[in-house]
């Protein structure tokens, strides 16, 4: 297979492809070590909007102060080498405000069985993405 | 669709499943933010094996000295809501022995165009994994 290049997404088209899939990956430090999550999400008014438990690590760790976390999403093909990914870094934040949780809740439904009461929103600061294309389509804007 | 349940994958299980995907998402901390990139692997001899330009940021952070990163996989049925996922903690290095690098060389090639020179090591410290299990067939050992 030809070895594909690198093409950077714009954050505009790099928003719109994490808001097209529901699930990503929150990475954040614990304990000094390097720690991810897989879980699913939704995009609203720009944020990134997931929900946990109040009790596991990711649910004690950004509640109540914020904490700077990435949102890593992707499409990868494993067969064809193509797709695209894109993170996001930014503070994470408990919602507080129980109207506005209510409304975050009523629109994302956790996968997970039990209190997946905590609601966190993402306020993106740094928003990177690209898409492999295969050589013979690589524009000029075409990089590593 | 009916939530689904958290059932833990044992340290052989969960390297298996790392072990049958060709692509994961290596997780590190650069100038004190979480970071994150999607990366093609091998698993040889219990250890991940990946290819980086050594002039990326993941080149010249993990080499020459070692960094602790951590290393996910999943397959997640966005449809479905079922899947796993594994998540390795452990430390990186770059691969410095000649004849070792070549042999990994070999083994893996790069999906990118480029100088993918670095052939980098992470051998596994702590190593989780789960699967999502439909409400009905959860044994005894589920948990969220």
Request: glycine share 6%.
């Given at each position: 297979?030809?070895?594909r290049f690198?093409?950077e997404?714009?954050?505009?088209?790099?928003?719109?492809?994490?808001a097209s899939?529901?699930?990503?990956?929150?990475?954040?430090?614990?304990?000094a070590?390097?720690?991810?999550?897989?879980?699913?999400?939704i995009v609203?008014?720009?944020?990134i909007?997931?929900r946990?438990?109040?009790d596991?690590?990711?649910?004690?760790?950004?509640?109540?102060?914020?904490?700077v976390?990435?949102?890593e999403t992707d499409?990868?093909?494993m067969?064809?080498?193509?797709g695209?990914?894109?993170?996001?870094t930014?503070?994470?934040?408990a919602?507080?405000?129980?109207?506005?949780?209510?409304?975050f809740k009523?629109l994302?439904r956790?996968?997970?069985?039990?209190d997946?009461?905590?609601?966190?929103?993402i306020?993106?600061?740094?928003?990177t993405?690209?898409?492999?294309?295969?050589?013979?389509?690589?524009d000029?804007?075409?990089?590593?």
């Amino acid at each position: 297979m030809d070895p594909r290049f690198f093409q950077e997404l714009s954050e505009v088209e790099a928003l719109e492809r994490l808001a097209s899939v529901s699930v990503g990956r929150i990475v954040f430090t614990h304990r000094a070590l390097p720690a991810v999550r897989p879980v699913n999400h939704i995009v609203a008014n720009g944020h990134i909007i997931i929900r946990t438990d109040p009790d596991t690590v990711l649910g004690r760790k950004v509640m109540p102060s914020g904490t700077v976390v990435a949102f890593e999403t992707d499409e990868l093909d494993m067969a064809e080498h193509l797709g695209w990914a894109v993170t996001v870094t930014g503070t994470a934040r408990a919602v507080d405000d129980p109207w506005e949780a209510t409304r975050f809740k009523d629109l994302l439904r956790p996968w997970l069985v039990g209190d997946m009461d905590q609601v966190i929103r993402i306020h993106p600061q740094i928003i990177t993405g690209f898409t492999l294309v295969p050589s013979s389509t690589a524009d000029g804007s075409a990089q590593r």
